[in-house]
């Protein structure tokens, strides 16, 4: 299995969350690069963030934002 388009779009979404504060959250707006906009309603719509335009990580969305942030920062080594 390989990542698609989609499946990066997403997780460079996931990186922009500051994992160090849950009380922290994003806002994609509608002039966004149309990957971007279709990236945050997918992981709206997967339960991991708590707006169609991004908002806060839900408690799995933290969890897959620590994975993702893992793996980048392997792969970057």
């Known amino acids: 299995m390989k990542y698609t388009t989609q499946n990066i779009a997403e997780l460079n979404l996931l990186l922009q969350f500051d994992l160090s504060s849950a009380a922290t959250g994003i806002k994609v707006h509608q002039d966004a ?16 963030c708590t707006m169609p335009d991004g908002g806060y990580l839900t408690d799995e969305g ?6 993702a942030d ?6 970057s080594a």
């Open 33 to 48: 690069a149309p990957e971007v906009l279709d990236a945050v309603k997918s992981l709206y719509s997967k339960g991991l």
């Open 62 to 67: 933290i969890v897959v934002a620590e994975h």
């Open 70 to 75: 893992r793996v980048i920062r392997i792969l």
